[in-house]
């Protein structure tokens, strides 16, 4: 009886932590030779991430980074623990929050970044199951600026702020 539940238990967490992590993982999408890669980790209130955006030969290898948002914060000898902020997933497969696009250049913020808001929503939540994706899990991006005063000189995000992108 105590092994029947212990591994009802462990079924039972599983299923739950399974549930829960659809959005965590490594998510792209490439047009031509360059890739945007956005990296999604699952925390207690929600979910952090990093982003990245590459270019790749025919063959799809690593040929340059064109930028990076896991880098140093100024001179601080410390990197951005997270540029991408949301929260749970809610029941339509969505979350939103902020991202900090500190990719950019020529920012007149004093921290060298822009803020905006995102959303991404997961489009087919039927594709994913426990034994592996059973087509492409895909997922909605969508970056914009929040309400409010903001500075006409800042330059347009460095990110892409409508795309699809597919989880790896």
């Not at 025919?58 to 948002?69: I, T």
Request: aromatic share 10%; net charge neutral; with cysteine.
């Amino acid at each position: 009886m105590k092994k029947v539940i212990i591994v009802l238990l462990s079924l039972i967490y599983s299923i739950t932590a399974y549930s829960q992590d659809i959005l965590a993982g490594i998510w792209k999408y490439q047009n031509n030779s360059e890739v945007f890669i956005v990296n999604i980790w699952k925390v207690t209130d929600g979910y952090r991430g990093h982003y990245k955006k590459i270019t790749v030969d025919v063959n799809g290898n690593q040929v340059s980074v064109v930028y990076d948002s896991n880098k140093e914060i100024g001179d601080t000898g410390h990197n951005w623990p997270s540029t991408i902020s949301a929260g749970s997933l809610s029941q339509d497969y969505s979350t939103g929050g902020t991202i900090y696009d500190n990719t950019v250049t020529n920012s007149p913020n004093a921290g060298g970044f822009i803020e905006g808001l995102c959303r991404i929503k997961i489009l087919n939540p039927n594709c994913y199951n426990s034994n592996g994706n059973t087509c492409a899990l895909q997922a909605e991006w969508m970056v914009k600026r929040g309400p409010g005063l903001y500075n006409p000189a800042e330059p347009p995000y460095s990110v892409p702020t409508n795309i699809i992108l597919t989880k790896q």
